[in-house]
C-alpha cells in the first residue's frame, strides 16, 4: 500500500490542524493505522494509532485529550485531529500501516509509510 499524507502547515500555539493519509489500493481496511512524529533532532516516535475497523484507538499520553485519530475506509484515509498544539509538537508527522492485528505503537511492526507532512507550531 501507498500511503500519502497531507496537511501540515504553521499554526499559533493553541490552534488546530487536521492530518490527512490517503492510502492506495482496496485492501485499506486490513490494515491498523497509526501516526508517527520525528522532531528536529529527535527519534521517531509513537501519535496514536487506529484498529482496522476504527473500533479501537490508542494514544501517547503527550497527545491524549488533544488529539483524535481516526479512519473512513470508504475513503482509504486516516485522520490525526489536532487541537490545543504546543511549540513541542513540531515535527514531521509520518502516516504508517501495519499487518498486525491490534494496534501497536511499536514503529517496528508498521510495514508501511508516508513520506511526511511537517507541522510547525509558533509560540
Known amino acids: 500500500v501507498q500511503l500519502q499524507a497531507s496537511g501540515g502547515g504553521l499554526v499559533q500555539a493553541g490552534g488546530s490542524l487536521r492530518l490527512s493519509c490517503a492510502a492506495s489500493?482496496?485492501?485499506?481496511?486490513?490494515?491498523?493505522m497509526g501516526w508517527f512524529r520525528q522532531a528536529p533532532g529527535k527519534e521517531r516516535e509513537f501519535v496514536a494509532s487506529?484498529?482496522?475497523?476504527?473500533?479501537?484507538?490508542y494514544y501517547a499520553d503527550n497527545v491524549k485529550g488533544r488529539f483524535t485519530i481516526s479512519r473512513e475506509n470508504a475513503e482509504n484515509t486516516v485522520y490525526l485531529q489536532m487541537n490545543s498544539l504546543k511549540p513541542e509538537d513540531t515535527a514531521v508527522y509520518y502516516c504508517?500501516?501495519?499487518?498486525?492485528?491490534?494496534?501497536?505503537?511499536?514503529?517496528?511492526?508498521?510495514?508501511?509509510w508516508g513520506q511526511g507532512t511537517l507541522v510547525t507550531v509558533s509560540s
Open positions: 504508517a500501516a501495519s499487518n498486525l492485528v491490534i494496534p501497536t505503537p511499536s514503529s517496528y511492526n508498521y510495514d508501511y
Open positions: 487506529i484498529s482496522r475497523n476504527g473500533g479501537s484507538t
Open positions: 489500493g482496496r485492501t485499506f481496511s486490513r490494515y491498523v
